[in-house]
Nanobody, 122 residues
Framework: QVQLVESGGGLAQAGGSLRLSCAASGSIFSINDMGWYRQAPGKQRDLVASITSGGRINYVDSVKGRFTISRDNAKNTVYLQMNSLKPEDTAVYYC????????????????WGQGTQVTVSS
């Protein structure tokens, strides 16, 4: 009943830019933490950036100064602006959201987007 839909992936040249979006829909009372993860072939899925409902942000060191995470709470959407792209940024990018269904319970449930391919050429 909750779905996260990603968009914005594709092919970019080294030094170029892409903007990823992830919109949540369904039975949602509130969304707490949201984040972006990536997974390259043969590697584990790692955190890229996260943002809390209050706007607290964390980045993995390798993207600091190049990527920017943001969210629009009214639209239940999280964004990842990726600038100065490098070939090592090539991966499938997944968004994640921790969702509370009702005001009666504070427990949250974790949902993942379908993944979007980002490919950076030299």
């Amino acid at each position: 009943q909750v779905q996260l839909v990603e968009s914005g992936g594709g092919l970019a040249q080294a030094g170029g830019s892409l903007r990823l979006s992830c919109a949540a829909s369904g039975s949602i009372f509130s969304i707490n933490d949201m984040g972006w993860y990536r997974q390259a072939p043969g590697k584990q899925r790692d955190l890229v950036a996260s943002i809390t409902s209050g706007g607290r942000i964390n980045y993995v060191d390798s993207v600091k100064g190049r990527f920017t995470i943001s969210r629009d709470n009214a639209k239940n959407t999280v964004y990842l602006q990726m600038n100065s792209l490098k070939p090592e940024d090539t991966a499938v990018y997944y968004c994640k959201a921790d969702i509370q269904y009702t005001s009666l319970y504070t427990r949250t449930y974790q949902y993942w987007g379908q993944g979007t391919q980002v490919t950076v050429s030299s």
